[in-house]
């Protein structure tokens, strides 16, 4: 039987009298398992933060060396900084945002950032010309993070929580972004 599935809710394609109708089956959404898994891998994450902010600059530099330049704290250094506040305040906000993004799509089934901090977020991204492939990198070096946090304890559920959590969050960021185009356009 064919579906199409949207975030929140289930459907079934059902054909009555040779007609196509949608019947909603039952909500989905993201679950509090999964914001349970987010949290407390953030904890463990909290942990040691200087360490796990160095390490997720050191997945995305492997993963697209050529991004560098797009952060202020790399640009002028052949070495990740070891000790470098920028470096590990951008990373607790990453971090953070996608932990505080597990926990609104499971109260609000979606991803609300306040307006102030979302256009920030859209114009330094529209600035900075960040893309869609650029967003992948930093999910899969924030997934590895996670991964390297949690040794053993990592599990597919726990790593798919957090893809589901950056991705809604990444979205809201690049909506602000389309917008922000559009309006300098006119």
């Known amino acids: 039987m064919p579906y199409i599935l949207q975030y929140k809710t289930l459907y079934i394609c059902i054909y009555v009298n040779g007609r196509l109708t949608h019947k909603r089956e039952r909500e989905m959404g993201f ?4 914001e349970t898994l987010v949290k407390e891998s953030w904890e463990v994450m909290k942990e040691d933060i200087p360490a796990y902010s160095l390490y997720l600059y050191t997945m995305i530099l492997e993963i697209a060396p050529e991004v560098k330049g797009l952060f202020s ?5 052949n070495e990740l900084p070891k000790n470098n506040p ?8 990453v971090f953070k ?17 306040s307006g102030s901090t979302l256009k920030y977020l859209g114009s330094v991204h529209l600035q900075k010309q960040i893309v869609d492939p650029q967003f992948e990198v930093v999910k899969e070096a924030l997934i590895r993070t996670v991964e390297k946090a949690m040794g053993e304890k990592c599990s597919e559920e726990m790593k798919d929580a957090w893809r589901v959590a950056y991705d809604h969050l990444a979205a809201a960021i690049k909506a602000e972004m389309k917008q922000q185009a559009a309006a300098l356009s006119v």
Request: proline share 0%.
């Open 31 to 34: 679950s509090e398992k999964q």
């Open 97 to 113: 945002m996608v932990c505080e993004a597990a926990i609104q799509l499971r109260e609000k089934g979606e991803v609300v950032i």
């Open 73 to 77: 704290f790399l640009k002028d250094t």
């Open 86 to 93: 920028k470096l590990k305040s951008h990373a607790v906000k």
